[in-house]
């Protein structure tokens, strides 16, 4: 979008959400998250429009720290997006085009940030919160759905000013010509995840109308891509990665395809690379090894990108396709990656769009260039109405194919708003959910995927515009 625009203060309002059961990843498991809501209005030429972005705040995935606890962590969350919102605040006063905007948020934010020793990807959550909800307000003043402006690069993006490489190339010679209309659900099986009902102790199951286990999952949804979580401990893996293989081949006759998960929780490649070769070499994981599509962000992201790593890499000339995701956190980290040898990275709406858009054009040049890279998506237990289908608007410009998508299972549905946003939601987006017959709004999942279509045609992915200020309002640092 060309045209300058002005913004008014940010607003924060809050609902605190709690999982259907604990979802655990790496060193934390999640079963209360703050479901934060970001609200400013965004001004054109005289024409005016709300615009929201939303997120939850899950613990240990921005710093993993295992000597903090929550509490400690959350207000450090909310700093980095309050700041962030006082600085486009200043950037904003007098009219400013989207690409300068972003460009001088993302400078500030990192100057203010690397002053404090905050981590890029933490400190970038509030770049993301803040240019979302600016960019569903230009959309909708716009009149136009994302990949329209995205495509006709009308928010003035200069990708030669992020990525020298790519020099004076624009979105739309790099990004699909259109959106995807659906996309794969990529299941996560996560470290306390029960593979069948009867691995879930009695007083653990949840009766809410929804699977709970793997094997249910895969028979309700009709599921044929899965996301596993490693714990890396060898042999707790490769049993575990053991009886998955056995449950998949049965419920799915065969037809799967994975992604593997470090965590970050190897302590080196070097134990990656003993846990791989073990594991390749099993005949009892034979079948699940060949249909492994990449492994991601095996190491801590403090080692991840180091020259040690690079190093490993290069004395591992048959590694599997690696991609970073945590220690994906600014601007020159994929560059970096590639470099050492990863194939690609994770895109998440938490680590920026306009990066996303960047990166996914950089990856796409490469390919032409005969380099074998990839682009996944990943989920941050997303949930609806904003969060989830702002984050699917994306994944659909990018043409990800697949995409972790677990907000769904670990929640129920979309049952924790007021019916009346249920009711909305339904009558706007009734190709991406549906009504359970207990009556709530949940995620309509038809032979694994889930239909963009309502999703392609709304400014950031989502049609109504909620009012969110019935919620608590979140004071902020």
Request: proline share 5%; charged share 25%; net charge negative.
């Amino acid at each position: 979008m060309t045209d300058r625009f002005t913004l008014s203060t940010f607003e924060f309002f809050v609902l605190r959400t709690r999982t259907r059961f604990p979802f655990r990843y790496g060193i934390a498991s999640m079963t209360e998250v703050p479901h934060l809501f970001v609200r400013t209005t965004v001004t054109v030429s005289g024409h005016s429009s709300f615009g929201l972005s939303a997120e939850g705040l899950p613990p240990k995935w921005f710093t993993k720290d295992p000597a903090t606890t929550f509490e400690q962590d959350l207000p450090g969350m909310l700093e980095v997006i309050s700041h962030a919102a006082k600085l486009a605040e200043q950037i904003a006063r007098a009219p400013v085009s989207f690409f300068d905007f972003w460009r001088e948020l993302y400078r500030q934010q990192s100057d203010w940030a690397n002053g404090r020793s905050i981590a890029p990807l933490l400190a970038n959550l509030g770049v993301s919160l803040v240019e979302r909800a600016v960019l569903d307000a230009l959309c909708r003043v716009a009149g136009e759905p994302l990949h329209r402006i995205v495509a006709t690069n009308q928010l003035g993006l200069r990708l030669g000013e992020i990525y020298a490489e790519l020099g004076d190339a624009q979105p739309f010679d790099l990004l699909p010509a259109a959106p995807l209309s659906s996309c794969i659900v990529r299941h996560t099986i996560g470290l306390g995840d029960g593979l069948s009902l009867a691995d879930i102790p009695t007083g653990e199951r949840v009766d809410d109308g929804l699977p709970q286990d793997l094997e249910n999952s895969i028979r309700h949804h009709g599921l044929r891509y899965f996301k596993v979580k490693l714990f890396a401990d060898v042999e707790r893996d490769l049993g575990r990665l053991r009886d998955i293989n056995r449950l998949l081949l049965r419920e799915t006759g065969g037809d799967f395809f994975i992604t593997l998960d470090g965590n970050e929780n190897f302590k080196s490649f070097e134990a990656f690379r003993d846990f791989w070769q073990k594991a390749a070499s099993d005949a009892s994981l034979r079948e699940l090894w060949r249909r492994i599509i990449v492994v991601e962000q095996p190491v801590h992201r403090d080692h991840a990108l180091s020259d040690d790593t690079g190093a490993a890499l290069r004395a591992w000339p048959d590694h599997p396709q690696l991609i970073i995701d945590e220690s994906d956190g600014a601007l020159g980290d994929l560059p970096r990656a590639l470099v050492l040898g990863y194939s690609g990275t994770s895109h998440k709406n938490c680590k920026g769009i306009v990066k996303g858009i960047a990166n996914a054009c950089l990856l796409e040049k490469r390919r032409r260039e005969g380099q074998r890279v990839v682009l996944t998506g990943e989920d941050l237990c997303n949930l609806g109405p904003v969060a989830l289908l702002q984050d699917l608007a994306m994944m659909a410009l990018l043409g990800i194919e697949h995409v972790e998508r677990n907000g769904h299972h670990y929640y129920r549905g979309l049952s924790m708003w007021p019916a009346d946003w249920q009711d909305t939601v339904l009558a706007a987006h009734g190709d991406l959910y549906t009504r359970h017959p207990e009556g709530f709004a949940c995620l309509h999942l038809r032979e694994g995927r889930v239909a963009l279509g309502s999703v392609n045609t709304a400014p950031l992915g989502v049609a109504p515009l909620f009012d969110a200020s019935q919620f608590e309002r979140q004071p902020m640092p």
